[in-house]
């Protein structure tokens, strides 16, 4: 009998909706239950591509015995922590604190006013490792609860005083200047593998957004170190395991630091930020190297992520089916020297082993290779590399292919459409700007819908019941102001314009501080507050970056005001821990070079219009229209006139412009081109 998850849009939920746990989605009636019956909650978070979360939900929720313990016992509770990160970040921090570590499956007991009082991720079946089983921690909580209630309650009560207590200073002595940002860079530098490229040991996760920032801040001052950094981090990740060497598109991270072996789940979100950071690459040193792994994972995310609704799907799973029929993680994309043989015939084997370093003793798991680019097998037939990589690519299509998690975010897929305007744009693929403009008008028309606010996510083109964080409203503005730069299309400056609006209203508290729910959310046991970059750029940062193009825009001064007010916590974090603030650091680029303001007099998809957009200044802003209309599409255009007759540039920035431009040559050289 399916339980209460079966009602629900979310694919995580949805994979519990048959367990014999008596699941509830998180919701009030969940604990009015929990006060009814005078029980625990257990709260379980995960997500659709975790794992680990397959794993546990294989050995203990779809266990009768465990189940049935824990529907006497408990009301259990599941969330998804894509749709609600809100309630994620909350427990999570809380986990940490205690714990000292956090992950997923993430796994909270709570009273039933929401206080969490114990905490763990994944518990095993049977006790191993010093980790005590599943059962064992069930029964230990129970007896607590049954026995020590006082004691249970004086323990929630001290960590939510203690999560209370941990208010974000948010910095506010001004934005951060150039001694900042060159602090920063030293940071980086400190931590930075030169051997291997990226930031740190293992696990390496790839730097997308520290990137951008070492991008941004040698346009901005020339720093060589700093683009030898970026430049060397995306070739060694575009040759390394986390690359998949014939689909395109990148893995979530790489289990060692030389990007051999990943963790093979793709994400949207990783795949939108790299190709952006791909693209501006390319866009900087002309590398052919970085224009192809743009173009791939453009194409990736189009052919294996997009929705028939026009959206960006989440995720594809790590696992899938072996020949044996086994669940098992990288089982798509891995190869042995037999099934290359199999494939190709001996003489072309022998050449992709050498080619992708797939070697007889492997370098995964059971002599399987994950293929890369080892770069030491001298020059090669480009013509039979590509013939190889067809071949072993239409075989790979007939194997089992990994789950799909099919919801789409609001936020991740703003990332996508930035990444795929942009690439369109520059390497002329106008179906990728078409793909952006249709998943822009999916969040219109599905996630902002009648409410005029934004939700979260939705799954087969029906919104889901969750309200948009702050990462939804400042990555889906961003998406929509690159959009708005690409196509001249002023509407979709309109709609940044009024997520931002709903950014200064309801998430912005004093002194320019930002919240992730918004002032009327949800109250959870502590207002969500996170200014640090995870996998994509925090709330935070994304809602100050597209403050700051939209005032450039616009000439709003609550804007511009905001978006500085937000930057003070990157004068604070930006110097100590530059990895974890990479997105404020590169909107900071943007801030000390103006930004620049970029009218074009002319044509959309003009010389002047695509050499502005190629302009290498950090952050500059680009609006490109003709005729009498355009100044009603961008505020940037109005009383920007035609010299000669011809298609004009002007370029301003701090309330001074250069002389208006026909030429590209010279606009290019304005904007660093």
């Known amino acids: 009998m399916a339980n209460r998850l079966a009602q629900t849009t979310s694919p995580y939920l949805l994979q519990h909706a048959d367990n014999p746990v008596d699941w509830w989605p998180w919701s009030p009636e969940a604990f009015e239950e929990a006060r009814k019956r005078d029980v625990p909650v257990l709260l379980s978070v995960g997500y659709a591509s975790c794992h680990w979360c397959h794993v546990m939900a294989h050995e203990s929720f779809e266990d009768e015995t465990v189940a049935a313990y824990l529907n006497a016992h408990f009301v259990p509770v599941k969330v998804d922590r894509e749709e609600r990160p809100d309630v994620d970040a909350v427990y999570m921090e809380a986990v940490q604190a205690a714990t000292g570590h956090g992950g997923w499956p993430m796994t909270v007991f709570l009273t039933a006013d929401a206080e969490p009082f114990y905490f763990g991720t994944y518990f095993p079946p049977e006790a191993r490792h010093g980790s005590p089983s599943f059962q064992q921690v069930l029964e230990g909580v129970v007896a607590a609860w049954t026995d020590r209630r006082e004691e249970v309650a004086e323990v929630a009560g001290r960590i939510v005083a203690d999560l209370a207590g941990r208010s974000l200073v948010h910095g506010g002595d001004g934005v951060p200047g150039e001694q900042e940002t060159a602090q920063a860079l ?118 294996e992520l997009r929705t028939a609704e026009g959206g960006f799907a989440s995720a594809l799973d790590a696992d899938s089916e072996d020949a044996d029929g086994r669940h098992v993680e990288g089982a798509f994309y ?48 480009a013509a039979r590399v590509a013939d190889v990589r067809a071949r072993l690519l239409a075989a790979r299509e007939e194997r ?29 693929r106008p179906d990728l700007v078409e793909r952006a403009t249709e998943a822009a008008d ?71 501080q930002l919240y992730d729910t918004a002032h009327d959310a949800e109250q959870l046991i502590r207002r969500p507050q996170d200014p640090t970059d995870s996998a994509t750029p925090s709330g935070w940062t ?129 904007l660093g081109g």
């Open 186 to 303: 030293l940071g980086l530098t400190r931590e930075y593998d030169e051997q291997h490229g990226g930031f740190g040991g293992a696990p390496k996760f790839p730097p997308s957004m520290a990137v951008e920032f070492l991008l941004r801040h040698y346009a901005r001052t020339g720093s060589e170190g700093a683009l030898q950094m970026a430049a060397d981090t995306c070739s060694a990740m575009a040759r390394g395991g986390i690359y998949d060497q014939l689909g395109g598109g990148f893995a979530r991270y790489s289990v060692d630091r030389e990007w051999v072996v990943p963790h093979f789940e793709k994400m949207l979100y990783d795949n939108a930020l790299l190709c952006r950071v791909y693209a501006h690459l390319w866009r900087t040193t002309g590398s052919d190297e970085a224009r192809r792994i743009a173009l791939e994972t453009a194409d990736f995310m189009v052919r």
């Open 334 to 381: 891995v190869w042995t020297p037999g099934q290359l043989r199999e494939v190709l015939g001996e003489d072309d084997a022998a050449f992709a082993a050498a080619y992708f370093g797939v070697t007889e003793e492997g370098t995964f798991e059971e002599g399987s290779s994950v293929l890369r680019l080892p770069g030491d097998v001298g020059p090669v037939d």
């Open 400 to 428: 089992p292919r990994p789950g799909r998690d099919d919801k789409v975010v609001a936020a991740w897929n703003g990332l996508a459409i930035a990444a795929l305007a942009e690439t369109g744009a520059y390497f002329d």
């Open 442 to 512: 999916l969040l219109v028309r599905v996630h902002l819908g009648e409410v005029a606010r934004l939700t979260r996510t939705s799954k087969d083109g029906r919104a889901g019941d969750n309200a948009g964080v702050l990462e939804d409203y400042g990555d889906v503005a961003e998406g929509f102001l690159a959009l708005a730069a690409v196509t001249g299309e002023g509407a979709w400056l309109e709609f940044a314009g009024f997520l931002l609006d709903i950014v200064l209203e309801q998430f912005t508290g004093e002194g320019g």
């Open 542 to 670: 994304a809602a100050a970056g597209a403050l700051l193009s939209y005032a450039a825009y616009t000439g709003s001064e609550a804007h511009r005001t905001a978006a500085e007010g937000a930057l003070g916590v990157v004068k604070a974090l930006g110097p100590r821990v530059p990895r974890f603030v990479g997105w404020g650091l590169a909107v900071a680029e943007a801030l000390l070079d103006g930004p620049r303001e970029v009218a074009v007099a002319g044509p959309v998809g003009g010389e002047l219009h695509r050499t502005a957009l190629l302009g290498r200044a950090p952050g500059a802003v680009v609006a490109a229209g003709e005729g009498p209309g355009a100044g009603a599409e961008f505020p940037l255009l109005v009383d920007r006139p035609q010299v000669g007759g011809e298609p004009t540039a002007y370029v301003c920035r701090h309330f001074v412009c250069d002389a208006p431009t026909t030429d590209a040559g010279e606009l290019a050289a304005k």
